[in-house]
Structure formats: C-alpha cells, structure tokens
T-cell receptor, first 112, second 114 residues
Framework: GQSLEQPSEVTAVEGAIVQINCTYQTSGFYGLSWYQQHDGGAPTFLSY????GLEETGRFSSFLSRSDSYGYLLLQELQMKDSASYFC?????????????FGAGTRLFVKA | GAVVSQHPSRVICKSGTSVKIECRSLDFQATTMFWYRQFPKKSLMLMATSNEGSKATYEQGVEKDKFLINHASLTLSTLTVTSAHPEDSSFYICSARDLGLEQYFGPGTRLTVT
C-alpha cells in the first residue's frame, strides 16, 4: 500500500518562512504534489515534483528527494490568507494507470 | 487551466433516498476520473477510479453497490449514493485527468443526509 506522513499542524507569523515536510512510502512512486485547501473549499493544486530538486513558483517552492522518499513545501513571506490545510500527495503508478493518494494534511495557522 | 465542475454543490436528502452527483470536465476530455470523500478536517480519501466506458475500480473498503459510478462519456462521470444514511454525509470531490496526466479537481459536493 501507500503511506504519507506530514505534521498535523504548524503555526507561524506573518512574513515568516515555513517548511512543511512529507515522507512517503509507495511501490509505484511517480511524483509528489502539493495542494492547498481552505475550509469549506476544494483542494487547489500548488506544485508537482517528479524529479529530485527544487521547484519554485512565486512564494511557494517544493522540493523532492526520491532517494530519501521525502519532500517539502516551503512558503515564504507568509500572509494571513495562507492559513489553510496543505496536503502532500503521491502520484502512484498502478496497473491500468495512475492515481493520487493524499496525506493527512497539515493545518497552517498564520498569526499577525 | 482546465476546469472541472460538479453538480450539485450542496444537497440535503432524507435517509433512505439516493443522490446523484455529476462531475464534468468542461474544456478537456478526461479518460479517467477519480472520486474522493473528505470528512471534516480530514484528508481526501480515494473512493474509486473511473475509466470511460468501463467499470470503476473501487478502493478497499468502499462498497461498490452503495456508491455507483458511471463514466458514460469522456466529459462526464456520475456518483450515485444509494440508500443514503447520515453516516454518508460528507464532502465528495471528483477529479479528472487529461492525456497529459494532470489531475484537476472539481469544487466538491457537500452531502447532508438527515
């Protein structure tokens, strides 16, 4: 099967930098994605890493190390609106195609 | 980017009735659609994978007779919750995958069973 681990909660102040780690275990790993979800809303795609290294998109960056089965999401210049749940998700290759399996999510609280 | 819609966005139904939720890919063809379920403050749990023109593949522990999935065209998949009970109350989210393997999520449907 698959398993993903990420911290349940993180608190940081406005303007700071926060890193949300994710470790995963799966036999058909194809890539690691990150999603943001505000309360009551649907998840929105943030980033995807298929290869080792850092991907930067504005204030958000995502990192992957396939050899360590580890990735992280880095949020810079935190804003109050960044308070949300963040999910790492593995794209898992299975017979017949791919599917995306989500971690339990990390609730980020940004304080003034 | 690609758009996926769900209808209805909210539904309240009585215990014992059936509810159908539609998922549409609006500007791309989706050979594969996924159905997820999310309880409050919990993660998204994959329920089933739906391929156009074939039977859905259900994840372990998901009752296929309870959650009927039909993927009749490249732009539409439906999830029917049969004989709904209060414990079926949840947020149901679909996603659709295009040929480039990108996965796009719908806005979700909040089901409340009274």
């Amino acid at each position: 099967g698959q398993s993903l681990e990420q911290p349940s909660e993180v608190t940081a102040v406005e303007g700071a930098i926060v890193q949300i780690n994710c470790t995963y275990q799966t036999s058909g790993f194809y890539g690691l994605s990150w999603y943001q979800q505000h309360d009551g809303g649907a998840p929105t795609f943030l980033s995807y890493n298929a290869l080792d290294g850092l991907e930067e998109t504005g204030r958000f960056s995502s990192f992957l190390s396939r050899s360590d089965s580890y990735g992280y999401l880095l949020l810079q210049e935190l804003q109050m609106k960044d308070s949300a749940s963040y999910f790492c998700a593995v794209r898992d290759r299975r017979t017949g195609g791919f599917k995306t399996i989500f971690g339990a999510g990390t609730r980020l609280f940004v304080k003034a | 980017g690609a758009v996926v819609s769900q209808h209805p966005s909210r539904v309240i139904c009585k215990s014992g009735t059936s509810v159908k939720i539609e998922c549409r890919s609006l500007d791309f063809q989706a050979t594969t659609m996924f159905w997820y379920r999310q309880f409050p403050k919990k993660s998204l749990m994959l329920m089933a994978t739906s391929n156009e023109g074939s039977k859905a593949t259900y994840e372990q522990g998901v009752e296929k007779d309870k959650f009927l999935i039909n993927h009749a065209s490249l732009t539409l998949s439906t999830l029917t919750v049969t004989s709904a009970h209060p414990e079926d109350s949840s947020f149901y989210i679909c996603s659709a995958r295009d040929l480039g393997l990108e996965q796009y999520f719908g806005p979700g449907t909040r089901l409340t069973v009274t």
